[in-house]
């Protein structure tokens, strides 16, 4: 099992970045792909980024692409989406999830822990 936490939300104005931060705990870091996704008010949870266990995939949403870039750090246990140009429709909260496997995934299905999110505000 694994235990994730994440940080680095908060309220940003519209073209504002962001970088979100997730720190894990308990299976070897290295051994599992990672992801984020996030969930509006109202919505169902959706796909963000996800990145493969030695960091050499990596794949994100349209809705993102061009603007995020999910990355990881094998030595500290944490992955990073770094979030640019933001807009008001990125407001979510957004959580880190641990894979089952090293592959990239972007089926909620295939992940097998995740954290307890951190809000993103980009008001209108």
């Known amino acids: 099992q694994v235990q994730l936490v994440e940080s680095g939300g908060g309220l940003v104005q519209a073209g504002g970045s962001l970088r979100l931060s997730c720190t894990a705990s308990?299976?070897?870091?290295?051994?599992?792909?990672m992801a984020w996704f996030r969930q509006a008010p109202g919505k169902e949870r959706e796909f963000v980024a996800t990145?493969?266990?030695?960091?050499?995939?990596?794949r994100v949403s349209d809705s993102v692409k061009g603007r995020f870039k999910i990355s990881r750090d094998n030595a500290k246990n944490t992955v990073y989406l770094q979030m640019n140009s933001l807009k008001p429709e990125d407001t979510a909260t957004y959580c880190c999830?641990?894979?089952?496997?090293?592959?990239?995934?972007?089926?909620?299905?295939?992940?097998?822990?995740w954290g307890p999110g951190t809000q993103v505000t980009v008001p209108s």
């Open positions: 990145i493969s266990a030695n960091g050499g995939g990596t």
């Open positions: 308990g299976r070897t870091f290295s051994n599992y792909a």
């Open positions: 999830a641990a894979g089952r496997t090293i592959w990239i995934s972007v089926v909620e299905q295939t992940y097998s822990d």
